[in-house]
């Protein structure tokens, strides 16, 4: 019997495109938003643990998909590569050595494919992230930073132990990015304070940062003799802070230097030390147009704060509030001389809310639009939580606009600041 003849296989073929066309849709694909410099510095609420547990998640997610990419074939490589090696992801500490000698091999002109620039040209970020079982070869992790002399953005996040090891050689090297760096994002698993050889190398290191934006250091302010100096941050637009040492002092010849400090993002500590924060915003507080309280593990911590931040902080607009749950916030045990005359208010809560909690939200917001004139915009941080409130709890969204708590004058919105009674609509017209 005569087997009937195979088809001819037809190869695809792919759009005859530009290769500046190819390099847009490779960027659209594997674009993960707010990540690199200018984006990320639009939305501060991300820095730390908030975009660590939820972003990284994306960027790790991107890479896979830049790694298939430049695997598919000679020409792809050339196109791709240079998205593969915007944003590196660390999270083995076997991975630092073969990433620091593929970055030589290339800055040296010996990479595997010949005719490429120095692939550390492209970097713009940096993410490390180690537990506590890592092994990390410090001098490998070090030497990775001097082929990266674009990067604006390094997280990091690390045990204590790591911190301590990894912290002196890194800084020493960051000195090699120092023109570019805008993000410094450092983030230790606990409490423990540095050593302080290390805090002043730090501190040398941020002198020498032109265009540092946003710091995140947990132990800036635990120097060697409590001194904090404007010259560190003269450049530093956003803060974060977690602790204040027991007795700060500050050189009172550098009070005529000019700082670029517009925001503070504290992470409300367990212990409240009321001299030396008032001590900080008496010297720091005029400067600050927003400051972020994230509370989570003790929410009661912000109506001890917010009559100080009001009191010393003339000039603030934003609030940021960071609670476990929308009953937390403090609008009920604070008096409205309590909270600054604020223009924006952001809230975030950890846990997903019951419809009794959205309750108590809108409940808050007619509290608040009645006692705070000045209020315009409430924005929900949390994007689970805005979906949460549209699909299962519309008739409270609805309720709001119709009795004109919600609207032009006092607006509120979700993630990306879209208006919700917009998304009302929108919901509204999918059911039917």
């Known amino acids: 019997m005569q087997l009937p003849r195979a088809r001819s296989i037809v190869p695809a073929q792919l759009p005859h495109l530009p290769p500046e066309i190819w390099d847009q849709i490779l960027d659209v694909a594997t674009y993960v938003p707010y990540s690199l410099a200018p984006e990320i510095m639009e939305r501060?609420?991300?820095?730390?643990?908030?975009?660590?547990?939820?972003?990284?998640?994306?960027?790790?997610?991107?890479?896979l998909t830049k790694g298939t990419i430049v695997r598919v074939c000679k020409q792809w490589w050339y196109i791709a590569i240079r998205h593969l090696y915007r944003a590196i992801y660390i999270r083995d500490a076997r991975d630092v050595l073969s990433l620091r000698n593929t970055l030589e091999k290339y800055a040296d002109g010996n990479g595997t494919v010949a005719g490429v620039e120095p692939l550390g040209l492209w970097t713009q970020r940096v993410d490390i992230v180690f537990d506590d079982t890592s092994t990390v070869d410090e001098e490998s992790l070090a030497g990775i930073f001097g082929f990266l002399p674009n990067l604006a953005v390094f997280s990091g996040t690390f045990s204590s132990t790591d911190s301590i090891t990894?912290?002196?050689?890194?800084v020493i090297a960051l000195l090699d990015c120092a023109p570019s760096l805008r993000v410094f994002d450092w983030s230790i698993s606990d409490d423990n304070a540095l050593e302080p050889r290390i805090v002043r190398?730090?501190?040398?290191?941020?002198?020498?940062?032109?265009?540092?934006?946003?710091?995140?250091?947990?132990?800036?302010?635990?120097?060697?003799?409590?001194?904090?100096?404007?010259?560190?941050?003269?450049?530093?637009?956003?803060?974060?802070?977690?602790?204040?040492v027991r007795e700060v002092r500050w050189r009172?010849?550098?009070?005529?230097?000019?700082l670029n400090l517009r925001e503070l993002v504290l992470y409300a500590p367990p212990r409240w030390q009321e001299l030396s924060w008032r001590g900080f915003f008496r010297h720091y507080g005029p400067y600050f147009t927003s400051v972020q309280l994230r509370a989570i593990s003790d929410p009661g911590l912000i109506p001890v704060y917010l009559p100080v931040v009001n009191q010393m902080c003339p000039n603030l607009r934003r609030l940021t509030l960071f609670v476990p749950s929308f009953s937390d916030i403090p609008i009920w045990g604070t008096p409205a001389s309590g909270i600054p005359p604020i223009e924006y208010l952001?809230?975030?809560?950890?846990?997903?809310?019951?419809?009794?909690?959205?309750?108590?939200?809108?409940?808050?917001?007619?509290?608040?639009k009645e006692e705070l004139p000045t209020l315009h915009v409430v924005q929900l941080l949390d994007r689970q939580t805005v979906e949460d409130l549209l699909k299962y709890n519309l008739p409270l969204v609805s309720h709001a606009v119709e009795?004109?708590?919600?609207?032009?004058?006092?607006?509120?919105v979700d993630h990306d600041g879209n208006l919700l009674?917009?998304?009302?609509?929108?919901?509204k017209s999918a059911e039917n």
């Not at 975009?51 to 998640?57: G, P, T």
């Not at 009172?252 to 000019?258: G, K, L, N, S, T």
Request: with cysteine; aromatic share 6%.
């Open 44 to 63: 501060s609420c991300l820095i730390g643990h908030p975009y660590n547990s939820e972003c990284r998640a994306a960027l790790w997610s991107a890479l």
């Open 166 to 170: 990894c912290l002196q050689p890194t």
């Open 201 to 244: 190398r730090f501190e040398a290191l941020v002198k020498d940062l032109p265009q540092l934006h946003t710091l995140n250091f947990p132990s800036l302010l635990q120097l060697a003799d409590g001194t904090i100096t404007n010259s560190t941050l003269t450049s530093v637009h956003t803060l974060c802070l977690r602790d204040l």
């Open 252 to 258: 009172e010849e550098e009070d005529r230097i000019r």
């Open 346 to 368: 952001g809230l975030s809560v950890r846990r997903l809310q019951c419809r009794s909690m959205y309750e108590t939200l809108f409940s808050c917001l007619a509290a608040l």
């Open 403 to 412: 009795q004109g708590l919600i609207g032009d004058a006092f607006r509120l």
């Open 421 to 427: 009674s917009v998304k009302l609509m929108e919901a």
